[in-house]
């Protein structure tokens, strides 16, 4: 069953439109290093506040100072990955009881627990997720296994035909919500947040490279 909480949910709704905001920003390309205030190219990188889920804008320099380091602020990576033959039944995805049918879910470290955040007209809203499904779908799909805590999520889309799985950065994940939120109308949301539905993830699947779902080393 799905839980809401008010000040989670604008708390969230927030961040998503910060950085949606910040995503308009990079394609202007008229903001400074939230770190050492340098001028930003265009294809600058984010960090996030892992207690906070805070993401802001840093300068190539200051954001590798955040790589693969345990510690307050967190580098987001850049590119998705596509997870060709991502296995979960209906009954798995029935009991995970979303409202709907598009989800995010990853590690928060600071809480030590899984989130699945799914978007809403009011921004994004939690939803308990229990251990055992989670563990379920680690089994099926070893490549969640490696997820990186804070950073990365499983993004879920089954809306209407499709079926579409990725290991997504963070910040790609509250831009959909931003999305989301800013072009809702009506009840159903109207036909232009369904055309930016569409339009996220055509560009996510463009960005993205393949992705087995089995663990494999050299």
């Known amino acids: 069953m799905s839980s809401t909480d008010g000040h989670t949910a604008s708390a969230t709704s927030e961040q998503a439109l910060a950085t949606l905001r910040r995503f308009a920003q990079r394609r202007a390309g008229a903001q400074g290093c939230e770190f050492c205030s340098e001028a930003l190219s265009a294809e600058h990188r984010h960090v996030i506040e892992v207690g906070t ?9 200051c954001a590798l100072r955040f790589e693969n380091v345990i510690g307050h602020w967190k580098l987001i990576p ?20 979303l409202p709907i049918n598009l989800v995010f879910i990853f590690r928060n470290s600071a809480e030590k627990k899984l989130v699945a955040l799914y978007p809403s007209p009011g921004g994004a809203t939690e939803s308990l997720l229990p251990a055992t499904d989670w563990e379920s779908l680690v089994s099926d799909n070893p490549v969640l296994g490696e997820m990186n805590s804070d950073v990365e999520a499983l993004l879920i889309n089954r809306l209407k035909d499709a079926r579409d799985y990725y290991l ?4 790609r994940c509250f831009e959909l919500v931003g999305r989301i939120r800013l072009n809702w109308r009506g009840f159903s949301g109207g036909d232009r947040v369904w055309a930016e539905i569409e339009n996220f993830f055509a560009t996510l699947r463009a960005d993205s490279k393949e992705t087995s779902t089995d663990v494999q080393h050299a």
């Open 78 to 97: 850049r590119d998705p990955k596509r997870l060709e033959g991502f296995q979960i039944s209906d009954l798995q995805w029935n009991a995970l009881s």
């Open 53 to 61: 889920r805070n993401i802001v804008c840093a300068c190539t320099p």
């Open 168 to 171: 997504a950065p963070i910040d």
